[in-house]
């Protein structure tokens, strides 16, 4: 297959390695569209890059807004009325 089909086309990045890139792309065979993976060569450009796992780390700190207080106070038992009966 020519390398000049590719040229141009818009793809997505589905694999890195350190030398090269694999991308996903549609390719019409016939009466229907293929998706077609591909490595294609990384320019060298003379960065390093880490191809290990970088673990998330910690979530930044943050903080709480002030609630506002409010104070409650007990209702007052009612002695004679809880013993009529009544409510």
């Known amino acids: 297959m020519p ?11 589905w694999n890195v390695t ?3 890139v694999g991308v996903e792309l549609n390719k019409q065979v016939g009466n229907r569209i ?3 993976r591909i490595h294609a060569e990384a320019k060298a ?3 390093i890059i880490s191809t290990k796992r970088q673990p998330e780390g910690p979530k ?3 903080m709480v807004g002030g609630a506002i207080l409010e104070t ?3 209702i007052p038992y009612d002695v004679v009325n809880d013993l009529k ?3």
């Open 45 to 47: 450009q003379g960065k």
């Open 85 to 87: 009966g009544g409510y």
């Open 34 to 36: 293929m998706r077609k």
């Open 60 to 62: 930044p700190g943050f």
């Open 18 to 20: 350190k030398r090269a």
């Open 72 to 74: 409650v106070t007990p």
């Open 3 to 13: 390398h000049k089909f590719y040229h141009g086309r818009t793809g997505r990045v």
